[in-house]
């Protein structure tokens, strides 16, 4: 049977510059190409000038971002509108070292060593004691609240943005009761500027709703004078359907109970929530641990003051507008002040047929999956947001689940054909979907599914590059335009243009959209984008926690510094060409040598190695010196399935070459161990997709197994910088890199490549003769604008990282395991 590759062979179809510059020359005959979507960095500005999609039905236009901007700019700490009186500061004898950061005036409550966290006043940034018995609590609270920053072992980092507490009122989240559970948890008393802060923010995010109901759009609050102002409002007004249901045009309904939705897969599925309610309620009374009588004891919030809070109904207010209205509402209520979430009442839509989709019995979702779920559907509707998880932590169960709770018809796109096909069997792996209500949209494949509803799973390239389309392709545009969509499901959000998802939400009809993504960062800062083309995030769960469940693999990194060899060095000084100056330090034969031993050294433990190159001549050069299979852009589709699959089943192929096509959706849970030694400048989220690699590793619950991340890094050159940029990411999911700066024993590693000075010489030359294309990246062009531009951001804001002291063992929390043991015996490991 040929084994799994989720996507792996994504990336496999060539490189992303020229997929974008095939889009542009136009073929003899439409034909409709997918082939690719490696939406990279630099890929990312090739495609954002795609023409819309033919046709294309326009729903609701995007929101202008000038427009979201000034709003999200009106609330800022430093805002005008936050304007708590300044805090008086006595100074004492050190205030001097601390400057603007002596926050001796902040006093702490008499018992703040038994609560977990602290605000920093200034800047709305809250640390959290991880090791507090309430940290558990306090996390779950926060990451609801506010921005997670940075999570390694002892002390958390949250930031309070307008973003995140947007998410947090999108949720059901009350601000009062936001800062009263702050003030709790909290040291200090809460500032009144953050007080003021959550209070001006949240004050406008979420008061309006904007709901589909029957397929009629209904303006909502809970607060009728805020209906009463918008009504009053010119443009707002005039919209109204006047004589709705109420005659006044306002209609006045119950709330919705909170939780009142049971998410297939979950124990409530399962039977809880079946039982009686007095049942029910006695078997949560039994399952409240010590920990929770700790946390009511601090903050006086126990599980019946949430219960009575949960059984007060507020009357919910709305008035219709015409669906051709939506759109300058929306705008309007946005220059107001008062941006408007968008929900989903599905369970209440009976003009959409519903989908006779559930979970298998078998299927029972992790408890993280869960409570990303229930940020989704926590008052009983659907909310458009994005949901962060871990590479392989079960993205795709997630979106499944949510097509299981809304039972309508779903569209998902993907970022690759392969990722399409692998999307389909898996809702065919775990739901009870009829296969033939599961159509595909690509270039090879372009049948609608039976029935009145089904799931239709393509790709971002079919449903936006609008130029050439086929024939066939064309019938299924109109086919997927001319309907409505209870779900879009967006895979891999991270990796997207903006433009391509405003096309793409703007002309496919949906009540609620869902992104996935486990590396919610780009490097051209546009996530904020995401915010209102999607939804707000709803939920980011914590790469360690779930590594110590189980769900994830537990990972060692190590940079590991491999010192030029002085005739590559005096090279690489002199070369004016960026691209050879790259190739002299890819081509480092310390670095080799570094690759070579450590290749030797893992596989003589049994473990499967995956090594990164993205410039194409070093991952050959390597590879061949090495006797190792290696996949890039132009390897044929079958020889690359061959090489997979022997790397997973043939116990003598047990190190393969990947390009950067690899670095994404790549399931091979064979692979224990991962050398990189060229990568994409200083890429955080390429870096953390590549760990995602090892994350799924099979053996992740065997006693003491690690997995290995190493990183070779030539000494004293620009790839240091690159490196240190690469890691900021994993540092912050609580990753540490050990700096590893001589591999202990390879000097007498028997046939070390590279050992004699005449060799070295020769591998100089080589290098010396390639011309400036043998320095690129594969399918990248050189920028070194973007280079220079790299080295501005980090001088600007300074490095993240830190290298740590001492033992492995101790920094990343696995004192005890028999992995950093390893460690100890194989490297000397020295900073
Ligand atoms: N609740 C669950 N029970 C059992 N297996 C699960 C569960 N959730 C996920 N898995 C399994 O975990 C593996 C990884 O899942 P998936 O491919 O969805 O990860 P992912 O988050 O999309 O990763 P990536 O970002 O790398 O694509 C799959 O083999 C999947 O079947």
Same mark, same amino acid.
């Given at each position: 049977?040929?084994?799994?590759?989720?996507?792996?062979?994504?990336? /496999?179809?060539?490189?992303?510059?020229?997929?974008?510059?095939?889009?542009?020359?136009?073929?003899?005959?439409?034909?409709?190409?997918?082939?690719?979507?490696?939406?990279?960095?630099?890929?990312?500005?090739?495609?954002?000038? +795609? %023409?819309?999609?033919?046709?294309?039905?326009?729903?609701? $236009?995007?929101?202008?971002?000038?427009?979201?901007?000034?709003?999200?700019?009106?609330?800022?700490?430093?805002?005008?509108?936050?304007?708590?009186?300044?805090?008086?500061?006595?100074?004492?004898?050190?205030?001097?070292?601390?400057? $603007?950061?002596?926050?001796?005036?902040?006093?702490?409550?008499?018992?703040?060593?038994?609560?977990?966290?602290?605000?920093?006043?200034?800047?709305?940034?809250?640390?959290?004691?991880?090791?507090?018995?309430?940290?558990?609590?306090?996390?779950?609270?926060?990451?609801?609240?506010?921005?997670?920053?940075?999570?390694?072992?002892?002390?958390?980092?949250?930031?309070?943005?307008?973003?995140?507490?947007?998410?947090?009122?999108?949720?059901?989240?009350?601000?009062?009761?936001?800062?009263?559970?702050?003030?709790? /948890?909290?040291?200090?008393?809460?500032?009144?500027?953050?007080?003021?802060?959550?209070?001006?923010?949240?004050?406008?995010?979420?008061?309006?709703?904007?709901?589909?109901?029957?397929?009629?759009?209904?303006?909502?609050?809970?607060?009728?004078?805020?209906?009463?102002?918008?009504?009053?409002?010119?443009?707002?007004?005039?919209?109204?359907?006047?004589?709705?249901?109420?005659?006044?045009?306002?209609?006045? !309904?119950?709330?919705?109970?909170?939780?009142?939705?049971?998410?297939?897969?979950?124990?409530?599925?399962?039977?809880?929530?079946?039982?009686?309610?007095?049942?029910?309620?006695?078997?949560?009374?039994?399952?409240?641990?010590?920990?929770?009588?700790?946390?009511?004891?601090?903050?006086?919030?126990?599980?019946?003051?949430?219960?009575?809070?949960?059984?007060?109904?507020?009357?919910?207010?709305?008035?219709?507008?015409?669906?051709?209205?939506?759109?300058?509402?929306?705008?309007?209520?946005?220059?107001?002040?008062?941006?408007?979430?968008?929900?989903?009442?599905?369970?209440?839509?009976?003009?959409?047929?519903?989908?006779?989709?559930?979970?298998?019995?078998?299927?029972?979702?992790?408890?993280?999956?869960?409570?990303? +779920?229930?940020?989704?559907?926590?008052?009983?509707?659907?909310?458009?947001?994005?949901?962060?998880?871990?590479?392989?932590?079960?993205?795709?169960?997630?979106?499944?689940?949510?097509?299981?709770? @809304?039972?309508?018809?779903?569209?998902?796109?993907?970022?690759?054909?392969?990722?399409?096909?692998?999307?389909?069997?898996?809702?065919?792996?775990?739901?009870?979907?009829?296969?033939?209500?599961?159509?595909?949209?690509?270039?090879?494949?372009?049948?609608?599914?039976?029935?009145?509803?089904?799931?239709?799973?393509?790709?971002?390239?079919?449903?936006?590059?609008?130029?050439?389309?086929?024939?066939?392709?064309?019938?299924?545009?109109?086919?997927?335009?001319?309907?409505?969509?209870?779900?879009?499901?967006?895979?891999?959000?991270?990796?997207?243009? %903006?433009?391509?998802?405003?096309?793409?939400?703007?002309?496919?009809?949906?009540?609620? $959209?869902?992104?996935?993504?486990?590396?919610?960062?780009?490097?051209?800062?546009?996530?904020?984008?995401?915010?209102?083309?999607?939804?707000?995030?709803?939920?980011?769960?914590?790469?360690?926690?779930?590594?110590?469940?189980?769900?994830? %693999?537990?990972?060692?990194? %190590?940079?590991?510094?491999?010192?030029?060899?002085?005739?590559?060095?005096?090279?690489?000084?002199?070369?004016?060409?960026?691209?050879?100056?790259?190739?002299?330090?890819?081509?480092?034969?310390? $670095?080799?040598?570094?690759?070579?031993?450590?290749?030797?050294?893992?596989?003589?433990?049994?473990?499967?190695? @995956?090594?990164?190159?993205?410039?194409?001549?070093?991952?050959?050069?390597?590879?061949?010196?090495?006797?190792?299979?290696?996949?890039?852009?132009?390897?044929?589709?079958?020889?690359?399935?061959?090489?997979?699959?022997?790397?997973?089943?043939?116990?003598?192929?047990?190190?393969?070459?990947?390009?950067?096509?690899?670095?994404?959706?790549?399931?091979?849970?064979?692979?224990?161990?991962?050398?990189?030694?060229?990568?994409?400048?200083?890429?955080?989220?390429? !870096?953390?997709?590549?760990?995602?690699?090892?994350?799924?590793?099979?053996?992740?619950?065997? !006693?003491?197994?690690?997995?290995?991340?190493?990183?070779?890094?030539?000494?004293?050159?620009?790839?240091?910088?690159?490196?240190?940029?690469?890691?900021?990411?994993?540092?912050?999911?609580?990753?540490?890199?050990?700096? @590893?700066?001589?591999?202990?024993?390879?000097?007498?590693?028997?046939?070390?490549?590279?050992?004699?000075?005449?060799?070295?010489?020769?591998?100089?030359?080589?290098?010396?003769?390639?011309?400036?294309?043998?320095?690129?990246? !594969?399918?990248?062009?050189?920028?070194?604008?973007?280079?220079?531009?790299?080295?501005?951001?980090?001088?600007?804001?300074?490095?993240?990282?830190?290298?740590?002291?001492?033992?492995?063992?101790?920094?990343?929390?696995?004192?005890?395991?028999?992995?950093?043991?390893?460690?100890?015996?194989?490297?000397?490991?020295?900073?």
């Amino acid at each position: 049977m040929p084994p799994k590759r989720k996507g792996a062979i994504a990336g /496999f179809a060539g490189s992303s510059a020229a997929t974008a510059s095939s889009k542009r020359t136009k073929p003899a005959a439409p034909v409709d190409d997918d082939s690719s979507d490696d939406y990279s960095t630099d890929s990312a500005s090739e495609i954002e000038d +795609l %023409a819309p999609p033919e046709g294309a039905v326009r729903t609701k $236009k995007a929101l202008d971002k000038a427009t979201v901007n000034a709003v999200v700019n009106r609330f800022t700490l430093d805002s005008p509108a936050v304007t708590a009186a300044p805090a008086v500061r006595t100074r004492d004898s050190v205030s001097h070292l601390f400057n $603007k950061h002596d926050f001796a005036y902040l006093h702490m409550k008499p018992d703040h060593a038994s609560r977990p966290l602290w605000i920093n006043p200034e800047n709305g940034i809250i640390v959290l004691e991880s090791f507090s018995p309430l940290a558990a609590k306090a996390q779950d609270f926060l990451t609801t609240i506010a921005e997670p920053m940075s999570r390694p072992t002892f002390l958390h980092e949250y930031k309070l943005t307008p973003h995140s507490l947007y998410a947090a009122v999108s949720v059901g989240l009350d601000p009062r009761d936001i800062i009263s559970v702050i003030d709790r /948890f909290s040291k200090i008393p809460v500032p009144e500027k953050i007080i003021q802060f959550i209070t001006n923010c949240t004050g406008s995010y979420g008061k309006v709703k904007l709901v589909l109901k029957d397929n009629r759009y209904f303006v909502e609050s809970n607060d009728p004078a805020m209906l009463q102002r918008l009504l009053q409002d010119p443009i707002i007004g005039p919209a109204r359907i006047q004589g709705g249901d109420a005659g006044s045009g306002v209609i006045k !309904e119950s709330a919705p109970k909170m939780g009142a939705l049971v998410i297939p897969g979950t124990k409530n599925a399962a039977g809880t929530a079946q039982l009686g309610g007095a049942a029910a309620a006695a078997e949560k009374k039994a399952a409240a641990t010590a920990a929770e009588d700790v946390f009511a004891s601090v903050t006086g919030l126990g599980d019946n003051d949430q219960d009575d809070e949960d059984e007060d109904e507020d009357a919910v207010h709305s008035f219709e507008i015409p669906s051709g209205e939506v759109e300058k509402v929306q705008k309007q209520c946005l220059d107001l002040g008062y941006p408007v979430l968008e929900e989903y009442d599905f369970r209440n839509d009976r003009k959409n047929s519903n989908l006779d989709i559930d979970l298998k019995p078998q299927a029972q979702i992790r408890s993280y999956q869960e409570k990303s +779920l229930s940020k989704m559907f926590g008052n009983g509707r659907a909310k458009s947001g994005i949901i962060v998880l871990p590479c392989g932590a079960g993205k795709t169960l997630v979106g499944i689940t949510a097509a299981c709770t @809304i039972k309508k018809s779903v569209v998902v796109l993907a970022t690759s054909s392969m990722s399409v096909v692998q999307w389909r069997q898996e809702f065919i792996k775990w739901s009870n979907i009829n296969p033939e209500q599961i159509a595909i949209f690509t270039s090879d494949n372009k049948d609608k599914f039976r029935g009145d509803a089904g799931i239709i799973v393509s790709t971002y390239s079919m449903v936006t590059n609008g130029r050439n389309r086929s024939h066939d392709s064309k019938k299924m545009m109109d086919f997927l335009q001319s309907r409505e969509w209870g779900l879009l499901i967006l895979d891999e959000v991270h990796v997207v243009p %903006a433009s391509i998802f405003r096309q793409v939400v703007t002309s496919i009809a949906t009540h609620s $959209k869902l992104g996935l993504t486990a590396t919610l960062l780009r490097e051209d800062d546009k996530i904020t984008d995401l915010n209102f083309l999607i939804g707000p995030k709803l939920y980011e769960a914590n790469w360690m926690e779930l590594a110590d469940q189980g769900h994830i %693999a537990k990972v060692q990194c %190590a940079e590991v510094w491999c010192p030029m060899t002085p005739e590559f060095y005096s090279e690489y000084l002199r070369e004016p060409d960026q691209r050879k100056k790259v190739l002299h330090y890819i081509m480092n034969p310390r $670095k080799f040598q570094a690759a070579q031993f450590l290749i030797d050294y893992h596989e003589k433990r049994g473990d499967k190695i @995956i090594v990164f190159s993205d410039n194409v001549y070093a991952l050959k050069a390597y590879a061949l010196k090495l006797q190792k299979a290696f996949i890039y852009g132009e390897t044929p589709q079958s020889e690359r399935l061959k090489i997979l699959e022997n790397f997973q089943l043939n116990d003598k192929v047990n190190t393969i070459f990947l390009s950067k096509i690899g670095d994404t959706s790549l399931d091979l849970p064979e692979a224990t161990c991962l050398i990189q030694i060229s990568s994409h400048y200083g890429s955080r989220r390429q !870096e953390a997709q590549r760990l995602g690699r090892i994350l799924r590793a099979k053996r992740r619950n065997d !006693e003491g197994f690690n997995a290995f991340f190493y990183s070779l890094v030539s000494k004293d050159t620009q790839e240091m910088f690159y490196s240190s940029k690469r890691q900021a990411f994993l540092v912050d999911q609580g990753y540490a890199f050990k700096v @590893i700066t001589h591999l202990s024993g390879i000097e007498n590693l028997p046939g070390l490549a590279y050992s004699t000075l005449a060799e070295r010489k020769e591998l100089l030359a080589e290098v010396m003769l390639q011309n400036s294309d043998a320095g690129a990246e !594969e399918g990248d062009d050189f920028d070194g604008a973007k280079n220079l531009s790299y080295n501005a951001n980090m001088k600007k804001r300074g490095a993240k990282y830190k290298r740590s002291m001492g033992r492995l063992a101790g920094v990343s929390g696995g004192d005890g395991m028999a992995g950093p043991l390893v460690w100890r015996m194989l490297l000397d490991a020295r900073v």
